[in-house]
């Protein structure tokens, strides 16, 4: 929100109080509170009609430090509020001196300076992080007299920030202004599915402003040397995140806010959608089904998008009768080739659909305040949207859900959850509707995930969701859709992904080829390679089918080559699948998050790593021209590709065929492959192989995982000078390949448990 003229002035119809310096305190029951008047006060006359703002400052968590800026305590709040997994043994150090507050909370550590200015100083292991200056917390009068609280934090010179969701514009967010309001805005907006009030620092720390509300960020957008955040009302509760580096402050969020799940094989494969508006029926699916199977294009899930019911009823839950008159018939054709089934939802409920008067007349719907339900003609003619406040409503709506289910669809894509109302409605449990706007998609994809827990198990339980908000991750797995079908839109839709990674989010996909129109052939190749080698991958489109023929016979090779690649690369994505799930680092990673000390990644959103050890970039122009940086480290970066090597810290400029890309190895890293690439579902410990690049002295490991990312098996190589010695756990069998720089690899074939090279 911007409310300043400049420097010097206040914008038209703006009020701002600033507060000034520490009146009072209290250390009591682990908690330090501040009284902060907007003046400094030197005598007890100055005490009256005058405001103060409270500060309330507490750990929930080790190495986390939260601040409550309250103005006037009385204001109601009906919620929702996020839940916060509190750690409720962890009991912060504070203290005072006659110079400064001190709260310690593990290795971060905040001094709060008396005198005449109150300033905050965050430090971690000793290390200065960030700084709150004078004149930052304040309460503000926008020009309707409404209250807004906000902060700011000193953006140090080189500071860049990250993060904020979903985010088509630039990744690094200086100089931008963003609003955390979900809208179905599509790319090449500002406007955002899943906004996520944290943002993290190359100074290796990040800012989660705990509110449900329209948080307004000012990131050296108002004034250039701060990141500044308000919220409506008389509260702001941010909290402060410490940390080593960005991945560990990830792990600190996570274990606040909930980690991402374990996610089943399959999900990792290819899925294959009819798309938007297409005409499609059981002809027409099993053809595309059948399509893939007789090009050797191994297919893991079939999407039916929301066609499957009958236009204009969207959504009664019932297969268009015209077009499917057998569904249960065609779901077992397609469950007997091997294939999961995904079909589309929202919450939306047309008038025309049988389930809009039985929802009507039990009060399952959003209401106006007058009692109305709620409608408009967007999406679908006279539309009202399911109250999730409601227990009842929700039941009611997992029964169709389960009825789906038990028919024979296997995961839902919960579209939609972003045009929610937000003035002159009513919810059910009473909950505030500019605060339930955000936080709707929560419930939504909770309420899915958990009837298809209930009906096929916790470890199958996903949804393929478009919104989405804090504690959103523990119900993956996202997609950034909606994007255009250029070479534009791809990169808009990348640098979405890094945004949303930086955001404590494990799992994340796209439309690949882009949605909106057709693409071009070289752009559907570039894009499946792109598609292919992100965490989970999806060919889809809006007016046009999307599968690989249509585009030529060198790009059903290039989906081929690259869905065969994914699936040999199964038992390394399902390692990192484990480390999202344990420590919230996602698989999808900007390059800073891997490389923190390396100034030349804190810039480059063209490019990323896909775990720890596979950078990928890819290829944005239909000459096949790549430009992009291998970070600096020991050793050489290895093609997975074509075994080309490159030294670290360098730029390079490349032309690749159609079929290649840049697919680079970190040096010293174990990837392990598994023995299949037509399938996702098997042992991945019976014969993998073990791939060693440019191994450095010392010792490395790494995990395999069954099919549902549970650790199963460890890898673990020890090199001492010109030896190697590689030792497995729980695996019968492994070939071995060494590959080194100069230009050949070790080959070894057969291995048990144990065995030592001489290089």
């Known amino acids: 929100m911007k409310y300043l003229n400049g420097n010097w002035l206040v914008r038209d119809g703006f009020a701002i109080d600033y507060g000034q310096s520490i009146y009072d305190s209290e250390i009591k029951d682990d908690k330090l509170t501040l009284w902060v008047p907007f003046k400094v006060i030197t005598n007890p006359g100055m005490t009256l009609d005058d405001g103060m703002l409270t500060l309330e400052i507490t750990s929930p968590r080790e190495n986390i430090i939260r601040t409550k800026i309250i103005n006037f305590k009385g204001a109601i709040d009906n919620g929702p509020k996020f839940d916060l997994n509190v750690d409720s043994k962890f009991k912060p150090n504070i203290f005072e001196d006659s110079e400064k507050f001190t709260i310690e909370s593990g290795n971060t ?84 599915y899943k906004n ?29 040397d701060r990141v500044e955040f308000s919220v409506p009302g008389q509260e702001l509760d941010y909290i402060f995140i410490g940390g080593m580096d960005n991945k560990e402050v990830l792990d600190h969020y996570t274990a606040l806010t909930g980690r991402p799940p374990l996610l089943p094989a399959w999900s990792f494969g290819l899925w294959l959608t009819t798309s938007f508006t297409t005409k499609y029926d059981e002809e027409t699916v099993m053809s595309f089904i059948n399509g893939m199977l007789d090009r050797h294009i191994p297919l893991s899930v079939f999407h039916f998008d929301c066609c499957w019911m009958k236009p204009t009823q969207w959504c009664d839950f019932v297969w268009d009768p015209d077009i499917f008159p057998d569904p249960e018939g065609l779901l077992k054709k397609i469950h007997d080739k091997g294939i999961k089934v995904c079909v589309w939802i929202n919450p939306y409920i047309a008038q025309k659909s049988r389930l809009f008067e039985e929802g009507m007349k039990n009060g399952y719907f959003i209401k106006k305040s007058n009692g109305d339900v709620w409608q408009w003609d967007k999406w679908q003619a006279g539309m009202a949207i399911v109250d999730f406040t409601n227990p009842d409503a929700v039941k009611w709506y997992q029964g169709y859900l389960k009825e789906l289910l038990h028919q024979g669809v296997d995961v839902f894509k919960t579209d939609f959850g972003e045009r929610i109302p937000s003035e002159g409605v009513k919810f059910f449990d009473g909950s505030d509707p500019k605060k339930m706007h955000n936080y709707y998609t929560l419930l939504y994809n ?25 504690g959103s991750q523990c119900y993956p797995v996202h997609w950034g859709g909606d994007s255009s079908s250029n070479y534009s839109s791809m990169a808009e839709t990348l640098r979405s992904g890094l945004s949303f990674s930086m955001s404590g989010f494990g799992y994340w996909s796209h439309d690949i080829s882009g949605f909106e129109a057709s693409a071009t052939p070289d752009l559907y190749k570039r894009w499946s390679q792109f598609g292919l080698l992100s965490s989970h991958s999806r060919y889809h489109g809006s007016t046009t089918y999307k599968v690989p023929w249509l585009y030529g016979d060198e790009a059903v090779e290039v989906s081929k080559k690259f869905t065969n690649l994914k699936l040999r690369l199964l038992p390394y994505l399902l390692a990192m699948s484990n480390e999202a799930h344990k420590h919230g680092t996602p698989i999808l990673r900007p390059m800073i998050l891997e490389f923190p000390d390396d100034p030349g990644c804190e810039d480059l959103d063209m490019q990323y790593m896909l775990g720890g050890s596979l950078l990928v970039a890819p290829i944005f122009n239909d000459q096949g021209e790549a430009c992009f940086y291998a970070p600096q480290g020991q050793g050489k970066w290895i093609s997975l590709l074509t075994n080309e090597s490159y030294e670290g810290g360098r730029w390079y400029k490349q032309k690749f065929n159609e079929k290649t890309l840049p697919l680079l190895v970190k040096p010293n890293s174990i990837i392990v492959t598994g023995e299949h690439d037509d399938q996702t579902m098997y042992d991945y410990t019976k014969h993998p192989s073990i791939h060693l690049f440019e191994m450095q002295d010392g010792k490395v490991s790494t995990i395999i995982t069954d099919n549902y990312g549970k650790k199963v098996a460890t890898v673990t190589s020890e090199k001492s000078a010109d030896k190697i010695v590689v030792t497995t756990e729980n695996i019968e069998k492994f070939d071995l390949i060494i590959h080194r720089s100069d230009q050949y690899a070790v080959i070894m074939k057969d291995n048990q448990q144990k065995v030592e090279v001489d290089l």
């Open 109 to 192: 550590r905040l001094e709060i300076q008396k005198g005449d200015q109150i300033l905050f100083t965050y430090f971690y292991k000793n290390e200065m992080r960030a700084e709150i200056p004078a004149r930052s917390v304040a309460r503000i009068f926008d020009p309707k007299g409404h209250t807004h609280i906000s902060n700011s934090f000193v953006l140090e010179p080189d500071e860049k920030i990250y993060g904020l969701g979903e985010r088509f514009s630039n990744f690094v967010k200086n100089g931008q202004e963003v609003e955390m309001w979900n809208a179905d805005g599509g790319t090449e907006t500002i406007q955002s």
């Open 196 to 224: 996520i009030p944290l943002y993290l620092s190359n100074r290796k720390y990040g800012i989660f402003v705990n509110s449900i509300a329209k948080v307004s960020y000012e990131v050296a957008s108002q004034q250039v």
């Open 446 to 470: 909770k309420i899915v995930t958990d009837a298809i827990s209930e009906v096929k198990g916790k470890k199958e339980a996903l949804v393929f969701a478009r919104s989405a908000t804090v």
